[in-house]
Structure formats: structure tokens, C-alpha cells
């Protein structure tokens, strides 16, 4: 009778500091570590930049309201004005930190 064994082999990437103790080679390295940190870290930046987008949309949308209703009423305007300049200075810090955020990502 012919028997076949099969003998299947899985190796499980270690870190570096338990291949030393096993005095195998077969480690992650930090370039790896690096990258999937970076590809999960641009992820999460990805969709919160479409998110601040639509969030600023929205408010814009309810500035709009504002202005309309005011019907040239000036404690209306100037709410409306407040909350423009409010939404200027919101948009000027988002833009300033997805810029700082993909500099520091791309220096990594």
C-alpha cells in the first residue's frame, strides 16, 4: 500500500526580539511595521478629510439659512455674519492640519 503524507508548513512572520531567542531569521521588520502604521494612518486621514468636508458643507448650507431668514433684520445678520467668520477660521485651521498632517506622513 502507497501512502502519501503531506506535510503543510505555515510560517508565522515573528517579531525581531523573538527570532534572536529562536535564532531564526524570519522576523517583521520595522520597514514593515512603518508601512502598515502609515497605510492605516492615511486610511483614517482619508475618510476624516471627507468628513470635515461634508461637516463644513453642512454649515455652510446653515449660513445660508441664516442669511436668508434674516429678512435685513441686524441681530440676524450679524449672527449670521459671526458664524461665517466662524466657519472661515474653522476651515482655514482644517486645511492647515490635513497640510501638516500629510507633510509629517510623507516625511515618515
Not at 500500500?1 to 521588520?29: H, R
Not at 453642512?58 to 441686524?74: F, K
Not at 474653522?90 to 516625511?107: D, E, T
Amino acid at each position: 500500500m502507497l501512502k502519501i503524507l503531506l506535510q503543510v508548513s505555515i510560517s508565522v512572520p515573528q517579531t525581531y526580539e523573538s527570532s534572536k531567542l529562536n535564532g531564526t531569521t524570519d522576523y517583521i521588520d520595522t520597514d514593515t511595521k512603518d508601512f502598515i502604521f502609515s497605510s492605516i494612518f492615511n486610511f483614517i486621514n482619508h475618510y476624516l478629510w471627507y468628513i470635515f468636508w461634508v461637516i463644513a458643507f453642512a454649515l455652510l448650507l446653515y449660513i445660508w439659512y441664516l442669511l436668508v431668514s434674516a429678512e435685513w433684520q441686524e441681530q440676524f445678520l450679524k449672527k449670521a455674519n459671526k458664524t461665517l467668520i466662524y466657519w472661515l477660521v474653522g476651515l482655514l485651521i482644517m486645511i492647515m492640519s490635513y497640510s501638516i498632517v500629510k507633510l509629517i506622513a510623507n516625511l515618515w
